[in-house]
């Protein structure tokens, strides 16, 4: 079918989008649209154009006879920073405090345009690293995961409380939580995660840091090579955690219950971003 230049533009950007990280041929657009090489670069130009000007992605080319365009998204230093002070915004609200002084994020974590921001701007923190699984644990921490999967367009896994017998055999190891010191079971099926693969862990919440222990842990049963870590909130206190490496966009400082009082502020990495 033949287009017009600006309905040809718009049917490229929506392929380029909806599979970030897909290597597309130039013959993939060309067959597809029925025009020349030269006038699918320029379209492709103009793409790259405004979505650097407006900080919405990249559009990478890469030359050669296997090489091809693909679309890398990512937020800019002013984007993130407005994402992470919304979300501490709608964190520091009195309502959210539950008895025994716990913070209520469900609706945060289960929203879909609100994870599908946090999601990018992971990527823009771990975009280079190339990994091939994007791994969590149930259950709160798979929106955020799901989406940084998305925009990275890899397999998401999911590492469960108890293993399943429709999984087939897991490797299952018991961790010591942080906070509580109790101590609980992980477990991830053995056909989820091929051993000595790269990947990026994501959580949505960190305390003291025994979970996220847990699952390095449980990566390196799986000669996993763990490139970073990315938690959506971690706490103020315990200051030391028992991971060091990971990224945290907002931290949560107190709450209050008798004030009814919540104090979140974006985290240094956010802070630091110039």
Known sequence: MKMRRSER??????????????????NYFTERFDAAKSTISEDLAIVRRVFAAEKMGEIETIPGAAGGVRFIPNKGINDIKDVVNELCNQLSDPERILPGGYLYMTDLIFNPSLMNDVGKIFITKFAELEAEYVITIETKGIPIALMV????????????????????????????????????????????????????????????????????????????????????????????????????????EEIDQQQEKIVVKPSDWVLGLE
């Open 149 to 252: 999967a998305r925009a990275l367009n890899l397999p998401l896994v999911n590492i469960r409380k108890d293993s399943m017998v429709t999984e087939g055999s897991a490797v299952s190891i018991n961790y010591l939580t942080g906070s509580s010191r109790k101590i609980k079971t992980m477990s991830l099926a053995r056909k989820a995660l091929p051993e000595g693969s790269r990947v990026i862990i994501i959580d949505d919440f960190m305390k003291a840091g025994g979970t996220a222990k847990g699952m390095l842990d449980l990566m390196e049963e799986f000669k996993a090579d763990v490139l970073g870590m990315g938690v959506l909130v971690e706490t103020i206190t315990p200051q030391d955690k028992l991971v060091e490496d990971y990224t945290s966009l907002v931290v949560l």
């Open 9 to 26: 533009i718009v049917a490229v950007t929506k392929i380029l989008v909806e599979d970030p990280y897909k290597l597309l041929s130039l």
